[in-house]
């Protein structure tokens, strides 16, 4: 079974910035497609940035701010968030699944959410 942990959220000012990183005991990214999810209190499980077959999409309120990557080993993948938001504070989930993580092309803009293993999440709060 694959587990993953994500780490690095926090609480930050409106404005600042933070880098998640979710990592695996034995996981190899390369062999998955990987996406960041967040949930916000009240609000549904939405898509936030995905990687899949050298593919990088992102969300709307994503682009520009925030940057998914993997390092060299493929041991780790981040989430570098600039110019964070009050409206980003949510619970943020790693996902990996072992075909995609977005539905369509990558201009569909459609997440898959159905990824085969999760995460528990870390909290990110910015205040403003």
């Known amino acids: 079974e694959v587990q993953l942990v994500e780490s690095g959220g926090g609480l930050v000012q409106a404005g600042g910035s933070l880098r998640l990183s979710c990592a695996g005991p034995?996981?190899?990214?390369?062999?998955?497609?990987v996406g960041w999810y967040r949930e916000a209190p009240g609000k549904e499980l939405e898509g936030v940035a995905c990687?899949?077959?050298?593919?990088?999409f992102y969300a709307d309120f994503a682009k520009g701010r925030f940057t998914i990557s993997r390092d060299d080993d493929g041991k780790t993948v981040y989430l570098e968030m600039n110019n964070l938001k009050p409206e980003d504070t949510a619970v943020y989930f790693c996902?990996?699944?072992?075909?995609?993580?977005?539905?369509?092309?990558?201009?569909?803009?459609?997440?898959?959410?159905?990824?085969?293993?999760w995460g528990k999440g870390t909290q990110i709060t910015v205040s403003s």
């Open positions: 990687s899949s077959g050298g593919t990088t």
């Open positions: 996902a990996v699944d072992r075909y995609t993580c977005y539905s369509g092309t990558p201009n569909s803009g459609i997440f898959v959410l159905g990824m085969d293993y």
């Open positions: 034995g996981v190899t990214f390369s062999n998955f497609a």
